[in-house]
C-alpha cells in the first residue's frame, strides 16, 4: 500500500513561512475596506494608500508633474525637529524616474496610520504566527486519532505478513493468518490511551485568537471562555476597549488628507467604510431603547375622569327616594 505520493496541490500546512504570509495578506484584505476616500485623483488610489498605511504605519503624499502619488519613503531629518519627528522625505520612484528629497508639509505630506506609525501589521503577525502554530498542532491530534492501534515486529517476514494483512483489510478483503509465528512475533499497542489532544480546548483557543484579534481591528468579537452568558456591562466593556484604536488612526488620516487638501489644493475627504461605519454610526446615534424615557403626562383619555352629574347622586342620593318611598306606602295604609 503506496501512501507516500507527493501531491503539491494539498494545503501545505507545515510552510509556516508561506502559511503566514498567506494569513496576514487575508486579513489585510479584509481591513483595506475599513476607510472610504472620497474625490480621490485619478492618480492616487484608496487601496494602496491603505496598504502603505497598514503594512508600514504611514505614506507619503508627493507631487509630480501637476499629478499626486503616494510612496512609501525614507523619513530623515529628525535633528531639526525638537521632538526627534521626521522633517524630510526621500522619495524614489523609478517608474517616474524621481528621486529627490523633499520637505515635509512644505513639498510632500506625511500621513500616518496611527500617532506612533507602528501599522497593523505587528499585530497580524502576531496572532497569525499563534493561529498557525494552533492549526499544526491541531493537525497533529487529528493524525494521532487515526492511529487506534500500534503494529510492532521483530523479524523481516511478519513485518511483510503485517503489512499484506492490512492491506487486504484496506481493500475490503477478509485475510486470514495461518502461522503461529507471526501471532508469537507481532506485538500490537494502543497510543490513543496514552495521550489525547482535547480537541475542544484547541478549537477554543483557535476562536479566542481570532476574537482577540477583530478587537484589535475594531470589530467586536467576544472571547470570554469563561462563561455562557455575559451580563450587559460586561458586552458595553470589551465593546468600550475595540475603538481607541480605530478612532485614532481615523483621526490621523484625517489630519494628513486636510494637509493635503491645504497644500495641493485637494477636496480629499476620509471616513470609516464597511462595517466599522455602522459601528461608528452606531455609537454616534443614541440608542432610544436603552435611553430613560420621560414619564409622560396624561392624556385626556387617561386623566382620571371626575364624576359627572348623573354619576354623583348615584353613590349619595340613591337613599333618599326609597325613604320617601316608604313614607307614602305607609300613610296609604293608614
Not at 19 to 44: A, G, Q, V
Not at 136 to 160: C, E, F, K, V
Request: charged share 25%; aromatic share 6%.
Amino acid at each position: 500500500m503506496k501512501t507516500n505520493k507527493k501531491l503539491v496541490n494539498l494545503y501545505q500546512i507545515t510552510n509556516k513561512e508561506r502559511n503566514l504570509y498567506d494569513y496576514i495578506r487575508s486579513i489585510i484584505n479584509r481591513t483595506l475596506s475599513m476607510f472610504e476616500y472620497e474625490n480621490l485623483p485619478d492618480t492616487l488610489k484608496g487601496s494602496i494608500i491603505e496598504d502603505q498605511l497598514q503594512e508600514n504605519g504611514y505614506t507619503v503624499v508627493f507631487k509630480y508633474q501637476n499629478k499626486l502619488y503616494s510612496t512609501v519613503a525614507g523619513l530623515g531629518g529628525r535633528e531639526k525637529s525638537p521632538y526627534n519627528e521626521p522633517t524630510t522625505a526621500i522619495i524614489n520612484v523609478p517608474a517616474l524616474n524621481f528621486n529627490q528629497t523633499l520637505t515635509i508639509n512644505k513639498d510632500c505630506v506625511l500621513i500616518r496610520n496611527d500617532d506612533l506609525m507602528v501599522g497593523l501589521l505587528p499585530t497580524i503577525l502576531k496572532h497569525g504566527t499563534l493561529a498557525i502554530e494552533n492549526e499544526i498542532t491541531m493537525l497533529l491530534a487529528d493524525y494521532n486519532a487515526r492511529i487506534q492501534t500500534l503494529i510492532s515486529a521483530g523479524t523481516d517476514q511478519t513485518i511483510q505478513d503485517a503489512q499484506n494483512y492490512i492491506n487486504q483489510i484496506v481493500d475490503g478483503n477478509l485475510s486470514v493468518v495461518g502461522e503461529s509465528a507471526f501471532y508469537q512475533d507481532l506485538k500490537t499497542h494502543n497510543p490513543s490511551q496514552n495521550a489525547k489532544e482535547n480537541f475542544q480546548d484547541l478549537i477554543a483557543y483557535q476562536q479566542f485568537i481570532k476574537s482577540d484579534l477583530y478587537n484589535e481591528l475594531g470589530l467586536s468579537s467576544l472571547n470570554n471562555m469563561k462563561k455562557e452568558r455575559l451580563i450587559t456591562s460586561e458586552v458595553d466593556s470589551e465593546s468600550d476597549q475595540i475603538f481607541p484604536l480605530v478612532d485614532n488612526m481615523l483621526r490621523n488620516r484625517k489630519e494628513g488628507v486636510k494637509m493635503v487638501n491645504k497644500l495641493f489644493n485637494g477636496k480629499i475627504n476620509v471616513d470609516f467604510g464597511s462595517t466599522w461605519k455602522d459601528k461608528a454610526d452606531s455609537r454616534n446615534t443614541p440608542d432610544q431603547t436603552k435611553q430613560p424615557t420621560e414619564p409622560q403626562q396624561p392624556t385626556q383619555q387617561e386623566q382620571p375622569q371626575q364624576p359627572t352629574q348623573q354619576e354623583q347622586p348615584q353613590q349619595e342620593q340613591p337613599e333618599q327616594p326609597q325613604q320617601e318611598q316608604q313614607e307614602h306606602q305607609e300613610k296609604k295604609e293608614d
